[in-house]
Protein backbone atom coordinates (compact mmCIF):
# COMPACT_ATOMS: atom_id res chain seq x y z
CA UNK A 1 0.00 0.00 0.00
CA UNK A 2 1.37 3.61 -0.65
CA UNK A 3 2.30 5.56 2.20
CA UNK A 4 -0.38 8.32 1.69
CA UNK A 5 -2.83 5.77 1.42
CA UNK A 6 -1.71 4.20 4.20
CA UNK A 7 -2.24 7.37 6.35
CA UNK A 8 -5.89 7.94 4.83
CA UNK A 9 -6.72 4.74 6.22
CA UNK A 10 -5.00 5.95 10.02
CA UNK A 11 -6.77 8.60 9.72
CA UNK A 12 -10.32 6.80 8.18
CA UNK A 13 -10.42 4.85 11.45
CA UNK A 14 -9.60 7.54 13.42
CA UNK A 15 -12.44 9.47 12.42
CA UNK A 16 -14.96 6.52 12.39
CA UNK A 17 -14.56 6.73 15.97
CA UNK A 18 -13.86 9.93 16.63
CA UNK A 19 -15.87 12.22 13.83
CA UNK A 20 -16.47 14.87 17.01
CA UNK A 21 -12.56 15.45 17.04
CA UNK A 22 -12.84 17.04 13.21
CA UNK A 23 -8.86 17.61 12.13
CA UNK A 24 -8.72 19.77 9.00
CA UNK A 25 -8.88 17.93 5.68
CA UNK A 26 -5.82 19.84 4.49
CA UNK A 27 -3.97 17.01 6.82
CA UNK A 28 -4.12 14.82 4.16
CA UNK A 29 -2.67 17.35 1.59
CA UNK A 30 0.11 18.42 3.77
CA UNK A 31 1.10 14.74 4.83
CA UNK A 32 1.56 13.69 0.85
CA UNK A 33 3.85 16.45 0.53
CA UNK A 34 6.82 14.79 2.87
CA UNK A 35 8.46 11.02 2.72
CA UNK A 36 7.33 8.21 4.07
CA UNK A 37 8.72 8.65 7.36
CA UNK A 38 6.58 11.57 8.07
CA UNK A 39 3.21 9.45 6.84
CA UNK A 40 4.40 6.37 9.20
CA UNK A 41 5.10 9.00 12.35
CA UNK A 42 1.22 10.48 11.34
CA UNK A 43 -0.13 7.37 11.32
CA UNK A 44 0.81 6.04 14.41
CA UNK A 45 -0.05 9.56 15.50
CA UNK A 46 -3.48 9.15 14.73
CA UNK A 47 -4.31 5.41 16.62
CA UNK A 48 -2.45 6.80 19.43
CA UNK A 49 -4.98 9.26 19.87
CA UNK A 50 -7.42 6.57 18.81
CA UNK A 51 -6.34 4.33 22.41
CA UNK A 52 -6.06 8.21 23.77
CA UNK A 53 -10.17 9.24 23.07
CA UNK A 54 -11.40 5.77 23.89
CA UNK A 55 -15.26 5.13 22.78
CA UNK A 56 -17.46 6.86 20.52
CA UNK A 57 -18.25 10.74 20.07
CA UNK A 58 -20.26 12.78 23.03
CA UNK A 59 -23.26 13.98 20.09
CA UNK A 60 -24.82 16.90 22.32
CA UNK A 61 -22.32 18.53 24.13
CA UNK A 62 -22.05 22.30 23.22
CA UNK A 63 -19.53 23.47 21.11
CA UNK A 64 -19.06 19.69 20.27
CA UNK A 65 -18.82 19.60 16.19
CA UNK A 66 -20.76 17.25 15.29
CA UNK A 67 -23.82 19.31 16.80
CA UNK A 68 -24.81 22.86 15.38
CA UNK A 69 -24.65 24.67 18.74
CA UNK A 70 -28.13 25.43 19.98
CA UNK A 71 -29.95 23.18 17.85
CA UNK A 72 -30.80 20.24 20.45
CA UNK A 73 -29.78 19.61 23.91
CA UNK A 74 -28.70 16.50 25.17
CA UNK A 75 -32.17 15.29 26.86
CA UNK A 76 -33.73 15.65 23.23
CA UNK A 77 -31.89 12.91 21.99
CA UNK A 78 -32.26 9.26 21.79
CA UNK A 79 -31.83 7.24 24.72
CA UNK A 80 -28.98 4.19 24.58
CA UNK A 81 -32.36 1.80 24.87
CA UNK A 82 -34.11 2.75 21.74
CA UNK A 83 -36.47 5.33 22.74
CA UNK A 84 -36.37 9.06 22.45
CA UNK A 85 -35.67 11.57 25.00
CA UNK A 86 -37.96 14.98 25.24
CA UNK A 87 -36.30 17.69 24.04
CA UNK A 88 -35.51 20.70 26.05
CA UNK A 89 -38.82 21.78 24.79
CA UNK A 90 -39.37 23.98 21.51
CA UNK A 91 -42.02 26.51 21.48
CA UNK A 92 -42.90 29.42 18.50
CA UNK A 93 -39.23 27.83 18.17
CA UNK A 94 -38.47 27.62 22.06
CA UNK A 95 -37.53 24.84 24.46
CA UNK A 96 -39.73 24.01 27.90
CA UNK A 97 -38.57 20.29 30.01
CA UNK A 98 -40.93 18.19 29.96
CA UNK A 99 -43.45 17.30 32.75
CA UNK A 100 -45.89 14.78 33.66
CA UNK A 101 -49.16 15.37 32.47
CA UNK A 102 -51.68 17.40 34.74
CA UNK A 103 -54.31 15.81 36.97
CA UNK A 104 -57.67 15.91 34.93
CA UNK A 105 -59.88 18.91 35.39
CA UNK A 106 -56.43 20.49 36.62
CA UNK A 107 -55.62 24.46 35.82
CA UNK A 108 -53.49 24.77 32.81
CA UNK A 109 -50.88 27.52 32.30
CA UNK A 110 -49.49 27.83 28.46
CA UNK A 111 -45.75 26.82 29.75
CA UNK A 112 -47.67 23.71 31.12
CA UNK A 113 -49.71 22.88 27.84
CA UNK A 114 -46.20 23.26 26.13
CA UNK A 115 -44.50 20.97 28.54
CA UNK A 116 -47.29 18.50 28.35
CA UNK A 117 -47.40 18.52 24.26
CA UNK A 118 -43.52 17.70 24.58
CA UNK A 119 -44.02 14.84 27.05
CA UNK A 120 -46.17 13.29 25.50
CA UNK A 121 -47.69 14.53 21.97
CA UNK A 122 -48.43 12.39 19.46
CA UNK A 123 -46.69 14.61 16.31
CA UNK A 124 -43.17 15.03 18.60
CA UNK A 125 -43.19 11.43 19.01
CA UNK A 126 -43.34 10.64 15.63
CA UNK A 127 -40.27 13.59 14.98
CA UNK A 128 -38.80 11.96 17.92
CA UNK A 129 -38.79 8.54 15.96
CA UNK A 130 -37.55 10.16 12.98
CA UNK A 131 -34.27 11.33 15.07
CA UNK A 132 -34.09 8.30 16.11
CA UNK A 133 -33.80 6.44 12.55
CA UNK A 134 -31.52 9.32 12.11
CA UNK A 135 -29.17 8.21 14.66
CA UNK A 136 -28.94 4.98 14.26
CA UNK A 137 -28.09 5.08 10.20
CA UNK A 138 -25.33 7.56 11.98
CA UNK A 139 -23.81 4.89 14.35
CA UNK A 140 -24.32 2.14 11.41
CA UNK A 141 -22.45 4.73 9.15
CA UNK A 142 -19.93 4.71 12.38
CA UNK A 143 -19.65 1.17 12.06
CA UNK A 144 -19.11 0.79 8.19
CA UNK A 145 -16.12 3.10 8.71
CA UNK A 146 -14.27 0.40 10.94
CA UNK A 147 -14.13 -2.35 8.06
CA UNK A 148 -13.99 0.23 4.92
CA UNK A 149 -12.80 3.95 6.18
CA UNK A 150 -13.29 6.93 4.46
CA UNK A 151 -13.23 10.59 4.89
CA UNK A 152 -15.86 11.44 2.80
CA UNK A 153 -18.04 8.74 3.60
CA UNK A 154 -17.32 10.58 7.17
CA UNK A 155 -18.31 13.93 6.33
CA UNK A 156 -21.43 13.10 4.26
CA UNK A 157 -22.85 11.04 7.53
CA UNK A 158 -22.12 13.44 10.15
CA UNK A 159 -23.63 16.12 8.23
CA UNK A 160 -26.69 13.74 7.80
CA UNK A 161 -27.04 13.50 11.13
CA UNK A 162 -26.68 17.17 11.71
CA UNK A 163 -29.37 17.90 8.87
CA UNK A 164 -31.42 15.28 11.13
CA UNK A 165 -31.61 17.63 14.42
CA UNK A 166 -32.15 20.70 12.31
CA UNK A 167 -35.24 19.32 11.30
CA UNK A 168 -36.33 17.63 15.02
CA UNK A 169 -35.91 21.43 16.17
CA UNK A 170 -37.85 22.73 13.30
CA UNK A 171 -40.70 19.68 14.01
CA UNK A 172 -40.65 20.57 17.42
CA UNK A 173 -41.23 24.41 16.86
CA UNK A 174 -43.40 24.10 14.77
CA UNK A 175 -45.63 21.85 16.92
CA UNK A 176 -45.26 24.52 19.98
CA UNK A 177 -46.42 26.76 17.75
CA UNK A 178 -49.49 25.09 17.21
CA UNK A 179 -50.15 24.54 20.75
CA UNK A 180 -49.86 27.97 21.34
CA UNK A 181 -52.42 28.71 18.43
CA UNK A 182 -55.42 25.98 19.71
CA UNK A 183 -54.18 27.08 23.25
CA UNK A 184 -55.23 30.60 22.18
CA UNK A 185 -58.38 29.14 20.36
CA UNK A 186 -59.68 27.63 23.19
CA UNK A 187 -59.60 30.77 25.26
CA UNK A 188 -61.09 32.65 22.30
CA UNK A 189 -64.05 29.76 22.39
CA UNK A 190 -64.88 30.24 25.76
CA UNK A 191 -64.94 34.22 25.99
CA UNK A 192 -66.98 33.33 22.80
CA UNK A 193 -69.60 31.46 24.34
CA UNK A 194 -69.89 33.91 27.41
CA UNK A 195 -70.52 36.80 25.42
CA UNK A 196 -73.39 34.63 23.23
CA UNK A 197 -74.53 33.52 26.38
CA UNK A 198 -75.49 37.07 27.58
CA UNK A 199 -76.63 38.51 24.32
CA UNK A 200 -79.23 35.60 24.40
CA UNK A 201 -80.06 36.74 27.91
CA UNK A 202 -80.69 40.15 26.71
CA UNK A 203 -82.17 39.33 23.46
CA UNK A 204 -84.68 37.27 26.21
CA UNK A 205 -85.45 40.26 28.54
CA UNK A 206 -85.77 42.69 25.21
CA UNK A 207 -88.39 40.06 24.80
CA UNK A 208 -90.05 39.79 27.65
CA UNK A 209 -90.35 43.10 27.47
CA UNK A 210 -92.07 43.91 24.43
CA UNK A 211 -94.31 40.78 24.85
CA UNK A 212 -95.49 43.04 27.85
CA UNK A 213 -95.85 46.05 26.22
CA UNK A 214 -97.97 44.53 23.13
CA UNK A 215 -100.19 43.02 25.80
CA UNK A 216 -100.61 46.67 26.87
CA UNK A 217 -101.24 48.40 23.68
CA UNK A 218 -98.25 49.85 23.75
CA UNK A 219 -96.11 48.07 21.20
CA UNK A 220 -96.84 46.63 17.38
CA UNK A 221 -97.23 43.25 16.68
CA UNK A 222 -94.01 44.16 14.29
CA UNK A 223 -92.18 44.74 17.72
CA UNK A 224 -93.05 41.27 18.72
CA UNK A 225 -91.99 39.82 15.91
CA UNK A 226 -89.08 41.46 15.56
CA UNK A 227 -88.05 40.41 19.23
CA UNK A 228 -88.88 36.85 18.96
CA UNK A 229 -86.48 36.83 15.57
CA UNK A 230 -83.46 38.34 17.74
CA UNK A 231 -83.92 35.62 20.63
CA UNK A 232 -83.81 33.17 17.71
CA UNK A 233 -80.60 34.78 16.25
CA UNK A 234 -79.31 34.43 19.62
CA UNK A 235 -79.85 30.89 20.60
CA UNK A 236 -78.11 30.00 17.32
CA UNK A 237 -75.09 31.99 17.41
CA UNK A 238 -74.61 30.51 21.01
CA UNK A 239 -75.32 26.37 19.99
CA UNK A 240 -72.50 27.87 16.93
CA UNK A 241 -70.34 28.74 20.32
CA UNK A 242 -70.80 26.24 22.24
CA UNK A 243 -70.17 23.57 18.70
CA UNK A 244 -66.84 25.69 17.91
CA UNK A 245 -66.00 25.28 22.08
CA UNK A 246 -65.96 21.91 21.85
CA UNK A 247 -63.59 21.54 18.91
CA UNK A 248 -61.31 23.54 20.30
CA UNK A 249 -61.03 21.48 23.32
CA UNK A 250 -60.42 18.57 21.04
CA UNK A 251 -57.87 19.99 18.95
CA UNK A 252 -56.02 21.04 21.76
CA UNK A 253 -56.14 18.34 23.82
CA UNK A 254 -55.01 16.00 20.53
CA UNK A 255 -51.60 18.06 20.45
CA UNK A 256 -51.10 17.76 24.32
CA UNK A 257 -51.59 13.90 23.60
CA UNK A 258 -54.67 13.48 25.80
CA UNK A 259 -58.42 12.25 25.30
CA UNK A 260 -60.57 14.32 23.37
CA UNK A 261 -63.09 14.97 25.96
CA UNK A 262 -60.72 15.49 29.08
CA UNK A 263 -61.41 18.18 31.00
CA UNK A 264 -59.46 20.96 31.54
CA UNK A 265 -59.62 24.56 33.05
CA UNK A 266 -57.42 27.12 31.06
CA UNK A 267 -55.69 29.50 33.29
CA UNK A 268 -54.07 31.89 31.22
CA UNK A 269 -56.74 34.30 29.41
CA UNK A 270 -55.93 36.70 26.05
CA UNK A 271 -54.88 40.01 26.58
CA UNK A 272 -53.27 42.67 24.50
CA UNK A 273 -50.28 43.59 25.84
CA UNK A 274 -47.93 45.23 23.46
CA UNK A 275 -44.64 43.90 23.26
CA UNK A 276 -41.51 46.30 22.85
CA UNK A 277 -39.43 44.25 19.52
CA UNK A 278 -36.17 45.79 18.47
CA UNK A 279 -36.71 44.67 14.66
CA UNK A 280 -32.73 44.96 13.93
CA UNK A 281 -32.12 42.60 17.12
CA UNK A 282 -34.38 40.57 16.15
CA UNK A 283 -33.56 39.98 12.77
CA UNK A 284 -30.07 39.11 13.87
CA UNK A 285 -31.31 36.19 16.53
CA UNK A 286 -32.93 34.97 13.20
CA UNK A 287 -30.30 34.75 11.13
CA UNK A 288 -28.03 32.94 14.13
CA UNK A 289 -30.30 30.73 15.12
CA UNK A 290 -33.43 29.95 12.32
CA UNK A 291 -33.20 26.21 11.55
CA UNK A 292 -33.32 26.72 7.81
CA UNK A 293 -30.36 28.87 7.71
CA UNK A 294 -28.15 26.48 9.90
CA UNK A 295 -29.35 23.84 7.54
CA UNK A 296 -28.02 26.01 4.68
CA UNK A 297 -24.75 26.59 6.45
CA UNK A 298 -24.65 22.87 7.06
CA UNK A 299 -24.33 22.29 3.66
CA UNK A 300 -21.46 24.81 2.69
CA UNK A 301 -19.24 23.65 5.72
CA UNK A 302 -19.75 20.18 3.87
CA UNK A 303 -19.30 21.03 0.47
CA UNK A 304 -15.65 23.13 1.88
CA UNK A 305 -14.53 20.22 3.65
CA UNK A 306 -15.44 18.34 0.17
CA UNK A 307 -12.99 21.27 -2.15
CA UNK A 308 -10.39 21.18 1.36
CA UNK A 309 -9.85 16.34 0.58
CA UNK A 310 -9.99 16.87 -3.19
CA UNK A 311 -7.55 20.04 -3.76
CA UNK A 312 -4.46 17.54 -4.04
CA UNK A 313 -1.99 16.88 -6.33
CA UNK A 314 -3.63 13.26 -6.33
CA UNK A 315 -7.28 14.14 -7.26
CA UNK A 316 -8.85 14.58 -10.63
CA UNK A 317 -8.65 18.40 -11.87
CA UNK A 318 -12.03 17.76 -12.84
CA UNK A 319 -13.26 16.08 -9.62
CA UNK A 320 -12.14 19.47 -7.92
CA UNK A 321 -14.07 21.57 -9.68
CA UNK A 322 -17.19 19.53 -9.44
CA UNK A 323 -16.84 20.19 -5.53
CA UNK A 324 -15.98 24.01 -6.03
CA UNK A 325 -19.18 24.15 -7.96
CA UNK A 326 -21.37 22.61 -5.13
CA UNK A 327 -19.54 25.00 -2.66
CA UNK A 328 -20.51 27.70 -4.72
CA UNK A 329 -24.31 26.12 -4.98
CA UNK A 330 -24.41 25.70 -1.15
CA UNK A 331 -23.07 29.68 -0.29
CA UNK A 332 -26.06 30.42 -3.02
CA UNK A 333 -28.58 27.93 -1.01
CA UNK A 334 -27.07 30.04 1.86
CA UNK A 335 -27.79 33.27 0.56
CA UNK A 336 -31.09 32.24 -0.29
CA UNK A 337 -32.08 30.95 2.83
CA UNK A 338 -30.89 34.01 4.78
CA UNK A 339 -33.00 36.64 2.49
CA UNK A 340 -35.95 34.14 2.72
CA UNK A 341 -35.56 34.25 6.70
CA UNK A 342 -35.29 38.13 6.47
CA UNK A 343 -38.34 38.55 4.38
CA UNK A 344 -40.45 36.07 6.64
CA UNK A 345 -39.33 37.82 9.62
CA UNK A 346 -39.97 41.62 8.35
CA UNK A 347 -43.84 40.21 6.78
CA UNK A 348 -44.51 38.86 10.25
CA UNK A 349 -43.16 41.63 12.08
CA UNK A 350 -45.59 44.09 9.79
CA UNK A 351 -48.19 41.91 10.24
CA UNK A 352 -47.90 42.56 14.14
CA UNK A 353 -47.69 45.85 14.28
CA UNK A 354 -51.04 45.83 12.14
CA UNK A 355 -52.77 43.43 14.41
CA UNK A 356 -51.86 45.74 17.29
CA UNK A 357 -53.02 48.40 15.86
CA UNK A 358 -56.63 46.93 15.11
CA UNK A 359 -56.96 46.54 18.51
CA UNK A 360 -57.71 49.94 20.22
CA UNK A 361 -59.76 50.43 16.94
CA UNK A 362 -61.92 47.65 17.94
CA UNK A 363 -61.74 48.83 21.33
CA UNK A 364 -63.01 51.93 20.84
CA UNK A 365 -66.03 50.83 18.53
CA UNK A 366 -66.78 48.85 20.87
CA UNK A 367 -66.92 51.77 23.78
CA UNK A 368 -69.23 54.15 20.70
CA UNK A 369 -71.77 50.59 20.25
CA UNK A 370 -71.92 50.45 24.38
CA UNK A 371 -72.65 54.33 24.09
CA UNK A 372 -75.41 54.13 21.82
CA UNK A 373 -77.32 51.38 22.96
CA UNK A 374 -77.85 53.49 26.34
CA UNK A 375 -79.62 55.89 23.85
CA UNK A 376 -81.37 53.53 22.18
CA UNK A 377 -82.99 52.48 25.82
CA UNK A 378 -83.97 55.63 26.97
CA UNK A 379 -85.31 56.35 23.83
CA UNK A 380 -87.05 53.41 23.60
CA UNK A 381 -88.29 54.27 27.42
CA UNK A 382 -89.47 57.42 26.33
CA UNK A 383 -91.40 56.14 23.30
CA UNK A 384 -89.02 57.57 20.95
CA UNK A 385 -88.02 55.23 18.89
CA UNK A 386 -89.85 51.17 18.65
CA UNK A 387 -88.34 48.05 19.60
CA UNK A 388 -86.68 46.93 16.51
CA UNK A 389 -84.53 50.09 16.49
CA UNK A 390 -83.24 48.93 20.71
CA UNK A 391 -82.68 45.26 19.04
CA UNK A 392 -80.46 46.91 16.85
CA UNK A 393 -78.56 48.58 19.50
CA UNK A 394 -78.22 45.37 21.19
CA UNK A 395 -76.91 43.20 18.35
CA UNK A 396 -74.45 46.34 17.68
CA UNK A 397 -72.86 45.70 20.98
CA UNK A 398 -72.60 42.25 20.49
CA UNK A 399 -70.98 42.27 17.13
CA UNK A 400 -68.42 44.92 18.88
CA UNK A 401 -67.44 42.92 21.73
CA UNK A 402 -67.00 39.62 19.26
CA UNK A 403 -64.64 42.03 16.73
CA UNK A 404 -62.71 43.58 19.65
CA UNK A 405 -62.05 39.59 21.51
CA UNK A 406 -60.95 38.35 17.48
CA UNK A 407 -58.22 41.31 17.54
CA UNK A 408 -57.08 40.28 20.85
CA UNK A 409 -56.94 36.90 19.74
CA UNK A 410 -55.38 38.38 16.28
CA UNK A 411 -52.62 39.68 18.06
CA UNK A 412 -51.95 37.32 20.17
CA UNK A 413 -51.59 34.53 17.49
CA UNK A 414 -49.62 37.28 15.47
CA UNK A 415 -46.88 37.54 18.06
CA UNK A 416 -46.89 33.91 18.78
CA UNK A 417 -45.79 33.15 14.90
CA UNK A 418 -43.61 36.34 15.00
CA UNK A 419 -41.56 34.70 17.67
CA UNK A 420 -41.83 31.23 15.92
CA UNK A 421 -40.25 32.92 12.88
CA UNK A 422 -37.06 34.23 15.13
CA UNK A 423 -37.05 30.17 16.27
CA UNK A 424 -36.90 31.88 19.92
CA UNK A 425 -37.21 29.77 22.65
CA UNK A 426 -40.97 30.08 24.50
CA UNK A 427 -39.40 30.25 28.05
CA UNK A 428 -36.42 33.29 26.74
CA UNK A 429 -39.34 35.65 25.23
CA UNK A 430 -39.80 38.13 28.44
CA UNK A 431 -36.07 38.68 28.58
CA UNK A 432 -35.74 39.50 24.30
CA UNK A 433 -38.51 42.09 24.53
CA UNK A 434 -37.31 43.44 28.15
CA UNK A 435 -33.86 44.02 26.82
CA UNK A 436 -35.22 45.94 23.31
Known sequence: MQWWKQVRVGRGMWLASHPERTVSTSTVALVRM????VALAAAMLAMACLLAWGSGPVLATEGNASTPTGVMSAAAQP????GAGQPAGQNSGGKVPAAAAPAKNSVLHLADALQLAFAQGPDLRSAQLTLQGAKLAYEQAQA???AQPSVLTALSAESAWK?????????????ALQVEQAYYDAIKADRTVALARNNLDSARQQADAVHLRYKLGAAANLDVLAADSAVGSAQADLDSALANQTLAYMKLNALLGRDLGAAVNLADDLNFTPAKIDLDKALAYA??????VQKAQSNVDQAQKQVEVDDNAYTPSLTLARAKNQLALAQAALDAAKTAAVLEVRQNYAALQSAAAQVPLKQQALEQAKESLKVAQARYSAG???ALDLLNAQKAVY?????????VFNYNVS????YNSLNLPFEERKSFTEGS
Open 399 to 407: QAETDYLQA
Open 79 to 82: TAAG
Open 34 to 37: HSPT
Open 163 to 175: QAQLDYASSSANI
Open 144 to 146: DQL
Open 287 to 292: LAHRGD
Open 415 to 418: LARF
Open 384 to 386: ANT
